[in-house]
């Protein structure tokens, strides 16, 4: 008896400073260096929030832009790689129907990002490939020429890590709203 009221004690002052403490200094350090990161990035479209620019949304739809295959179904909540082996039958088959979705052939074949998932199954981009290797079929969709909807998609790339990572990337949500602002 005469250790547990100094244990709880201790346990106290760990759980308060250790979680307490650093969660609210983590808290206060990511408000200040960079608040929109911090608060989500939520895109905000007439007063309603239409997404994260941080998390991929599922687009189905023709005349959008559809994002890389999700290991985590698109959730938010829960960012998870499917953890399948290249000799996967469950691999295999997701990559077939992701083929045949875009109509991809040896003559026409499609960017691998747009078959591969992302380690965290919720990468809200896809390569300046993957997005040209849709605008034919984005285009048709929404009755625009497709260099428009190409000359759309690379004022919207860009390339993250500059001369480090200089593969232009392009943000999906964006990219839809965008193609959504300009009335097609």
């Known amino acids: 008896m005469t ?5 709880i004690r201790l346990w106290l002052v760990t759980l308060l400073v250790c979680v307490v403490g650093y969660v609210a200094l983590m808290l206060a350090f990511a408000q200040t260096a960079a608040p929109w990161r911090a608060d989500g990035s939520i895109i905000m479209r007439d007063g309603q929030a239409v997404g994260s620019e ?14 890389r295959p999700s290991a985590a179904d698109y959730d938010g909540m829960g960012a998870a790689g499917s953890n399948w082996s290249p000799t996967s039958e469950n691999l295999a088959a997701r990559a077939a129907e992701t083929v045949a979705r875009y109509g991809a052939t040896a003559d026409n074949p499609i960017p691998a990002d747009l078959v591969a998932a992302s380690g965290g199954g919720l990468d809200p981009h896809i390569s300046l490939d993957g997005a040209l290797y849709q605008a034919g079929r984005v285009a048709e969709a929404r ?35 965008a193609l959504d602002r300009t009335g097609a």
């Not at 004022?155 to 993250?160: G, I, Q, T």
């Not at 500059?162 to 949500?173: D, Q, T, Y």
């Open 143 to 177: 009755g625009l020429t497709e260099a428009e909807v190409r000359d759309l998609v690379t004022s919207l790339a860009h390339a993250p890590g500059g001369v480090f990572a200089p593969e232009p990337i392009v943000n999906v949500l964006q990219l839809n709203l």
């Open 54 to 67: 941080l998390v991929v949304q599922n687009f189905t739809a023709p005349e959008y832009f559809w994002p």
């Open 3 to 7: 250790y547990l009221l100094p244990s």
